[in-house]
């Protein structure tokens, strides 16, 4: 008897290690399983971050196509880069290195070249919000995708938040009952009074290449994030107001929006501006039942009809749905499906369906229906 529950017990201590082996196996094999990309562009100034990733082995650069030398002499300084990561021709590098995705860190009115190459060669893209300047751009990089069958992903910093997720879920749950109102806040003192690069701020100011100004740059977050909380719904009806509140400093572009965006039985409403005392990214949504209130990527504030209040902290997201590179990774290896969600094309079709009619409400006074 002794020696059977001694047996008894080793078996179901063998079976706990082979357990704990397999998770620690299965997190070390996913963290190998790394993707060689291509940079396009070194004018974003988010194009530090996947250089800091670099240089901790987080993610595998195999080139960097940027047409300016200037830019290239730049960043092969600050994170001492070797000359032969670079080049100006950004098909030519694709040839030669064959990753399996490019990351567009230029200007959002350049995100359509980057697809116009890669889409005939089948790499998929990943793309810094928003998907394009103008909707029309979007409509093309829309139909390249579905003829070349690859993916087009946009990256948020919200898209990672855990906070934004626990709100997800929580309606979903259906704790504060139906939607009736999203408030998205987005926005910063400006481009200029932060520090951002000349390239960047190049661009980004520039009506063309980024579509607007604050309009493009914060109110596509809001745009995204009400598409995602209403499961992919297209809104009917947009309303939109622009401020140039500084024209001496942005003189082409807004620096202030407002969006209303209605839909059957809810209303969202975004602010995105470049003229806030402070950074500030979060989001409210008005249940028929309760109130739910993400002050950043981490704090919750709640408050039900009886008047219950509570509030809490949340837990980083997991990989892959903690970073863009982990969920190009996944998508990639087709682990989640990259589709009706934040990233999507599919999504941010409808983002650009509303940036476009804020900018027509705005340009006309009229409220424009879809």
């Known amino acids: 008897m002794y020696h059977r529950r001694l047996s008894y017990l080793l ?26 990309v291509v940079i396009a562009g070194l004018n974003h100034d988010h194009i530090n971050g996947i250089l800091n990733q670099y240089n901790n082995g987080r993610v595998n650069i195999t080139g960097i196509a940027e047409p300016d030398k200037q830019l290239q002499e730049k960043y ?8 032969s990561l670079f080049s100006t021709d950004l ?32 790499i998929s ?10 909707l029309a751009q979007a409509k093309q990089i829309e139909m390249l995708a579905n003829k070349y069958h690859i993916k087009v992903l946009t990256n948020y910093e919200t898209t990672w938040y855990g906070s934004y997720k ?9 704790s504060i009952g139906a939607i009736r109102r999203i408030v998205a806040h987005d926005g910063h003192q400006g481009p200029k009074e932060i520090g951002c690069s000349q390239a960047f701020l190049k661009w980004l100011t520039d ?14 977050y809001g745009a995204d994030l009400m598409t995602w909380l209403m499961h992919g719904r297209k809104p009917i009806a947009v309303t939109a107001i622009t401020r140039q509140y500084k024209p001496d400093v942005y003189p082409k572009v807004d620096d202030d929006a407002t969006i209303i965006v209605e839909y059957p039985g809810a209303t969202g409403l975004i602010e995105a501006s470049w003229n806030w005392p402070f950074s500030i990214k ?7 039942k309760g109130y739910l209130h993400a002050l950043d990527n981490t704090n919750i504030v709640s408050r039900m009809r009886e008047n219950i209040k509570s509030s809490k902290q949340v ?5 892959p749905l903690n970073d863009p590179i982990s969920y190009l990774t996944a998508v990639l290896q087709h682990k989640i499906s990259g589709t009706n969600d934040e990233s999507s094309l599919e999504y941010n079709m409808i983002v650009m369906e509303i940036l476009d009619a804020a900018k027509r409400s705005a340009a006309s006074g009229k409220r424009i229906i879809l």
């Open 315 to 319: 837990e980083p997201l997991q990989a």
């Open 125 to 134: 893209v990943m793309v810094e919000k928003p998907l394009a300047a103008n």
């Open 11 to 36: 078996t179901g201590f063998q079976k706990l290690i082979v357990v704990l082996f397999l998770i620690v196996s299965s997190e070390n094999i996913f963290a190998q399983q790394q993707i060689n």
């Open 166 to 174: 626990d709100i997800y879920n929580t309606i979903s749950e259906d």
């Open 91 to 122: 098909k030519k590098l694709l040839l030669q290195k064959k990753p399996q995705a490019v990351l567009g860190y230029n200007a959002a009115g350049d995100h359509l070249h980057i697809v116009e190459v890669c889409a005939p060669l089948g």
């Open 76 to 83: 092969k300084k600050i994170y001492h880069l070797p000359d």
């Open 282 to 288: 979060d989001l409210e949504v008005f249940g028929e």
């Open 207 to 220: 009506p063309v290449l980024n579509g607007a100004g604050a309009l493009n740059d914060f109110g596509c």
